[in-house]
């Protein structure tokens, strides 16, 4: 080996030993007749010293001419620092060094590579090898690297097997657009990237295997949006034999054993919540639990009084936000900017303000008396020094919106501490959801999923409200995985594919194989994939995922640094069979 120690290993207690270590350049100071090297691997950082009269003057200049990112071994001794360093584990030495080599040259980097760099986005997705280079980018993927690791210890011991399946298939419906690979050997014919290994795990259900898992590429071709990449990770689980209740408690303890291994987090009882209330509490089903702030309806209460706002809106729903009735009208305002920025989109915000000594002012005082507005008040059980928000509108418009308002006011008042975790699990989603752009119900899920028995009769007379044993686990507001139980038998997902627009033919000939697996004796199953990238960032207390995954892509779907996608050549066009001439 090239080293006898990394650079993160040296302490008071190997003073005198000689050593022989290997690394970066990470930092120079010269000060004449003394020079430092900050050396720097994956380990940490060694200070190396170099004194004028202690040293050939052939090795001080060696050093001397050195520069940021050299990759140098050096053999030396380890002494005491007379000025020690108690910020970095190697602190208290510094290496004498009584040889020097290069190992190899480096160009100045475009950026530097410090904790704080001065590198923008863009350069360091270009440079991504020298990004990952520092410390916070390394540390995001040494803890993906643990998640990993406890992941696959925890389903073990569970006796979930691992099973590769294959990345070159045909399109599975997870609600995405397929990324495909034209065939060369099969002109016109083309190959799917798996949105998700769904089919497949569902076979090996039916081949017996019991409890699959994989940590898996998944790829799916969806619009552009920050944060969103093209191919992600997921945790992919399924079991066979089981009840929606079991998946739930064996998932909140993977849950629970990360927090526990990576963390040392012992998390709370991970709460459920059905996702009716969910839209109606929280007007999202993803709620962030760190907090409170339920809505709370008031609709009748704001009827007669001749408001137009209130008056022709299907729902009044506020929050209360405590202890906030002294805001400025300023703050007012940029609240009510806020709530009417596009990427909300209301058309205004009502408040109440319930002053310290007990008097009332509103943005409505015109249309409601005091009193009237008392009765809010106590709906909303507030006490005197709250603020009150009220949103009106259609139902699930405003909902979301004032959700929008709730993730702001909680942001703002410090509730939504990234080093506080709140799990939730989300159950009974519907098993549909309705369309504008197409005009019909999609599977909400996807078409794999059981609807709840005894909601089946209502398939045909109110498919919107048929439930599907089916869930989500979201943590602080972020959904970071779900799943559901499926249907194992042919009828029912025959009878599925029809309410779902498909064909008998299409069905057939999309699932033919899924369907026909089901009638070789498929047991009882239903699973859950976790997205992994989101889990790692959640753990990391980050709000992106990029620096979770080694080598992502930009916003807008390249990666810079290979520069792709790109064009092919002509020739491999020919041999693909998509040009058919040139
Ligand atoms: N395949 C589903 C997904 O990717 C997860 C599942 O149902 O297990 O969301």
Redesign the pocket.
Known sequence: MLRTHTCGELRLADANKNVTLAGWVQRLRDKGSVLWIDMRDRYGITQLIFEEGKIAPVLLEAARNVGREYVIQIEGTVVERLSKNDKIPTGEVEVRVMKLEVLNASKLPPFTIEDDTDGGDELRMKYRYLDLRRNPVRQSLQLRHKMAQQTRTFLDDQHFIEVETPVLIKS?P?GARDFVVPSRVHHGEFYALP????TF?QLLMVSGFDRYYQIVK?FRDEDLRADRQPEFT?I???MAFITQEDILNTFEGLIRHLFKNVKSIDLPTVQRMNYDDAMQQYGSDKPDTRFDMKFVEITPLTKGKNFPVFENAELVVGINAIGCAEYSRKQIDELTEFVKRPQVGAKGLVYIQYRADGSIKSSVDKFYSADELKVWIEKFSANPGDLIFLMAGEAATTRKQLSELRLFMGEKLGFRDKQKFAALWVVDFPLLEWSEDTKRYHAM??P??SPKPEDIKLLDTDPGKVRAN?YDMVINGTEV????I?IHDRATQQMMFNHLGFTQEEAKKQFGFLMEAFEFGAPPH????FGFDRLCSLFGGAESIRDFIAFPKNNAGRDVMIDTPSAISDEQLKELGLIIKK
């Open positions: 599975t997870e949105q998700s290994p769904q795990k998944c997921q992919d689980c399924e899920h996807h794999f999923t089916a995985g779900g799943g559901s499926r239903g699973g859950i994939a």
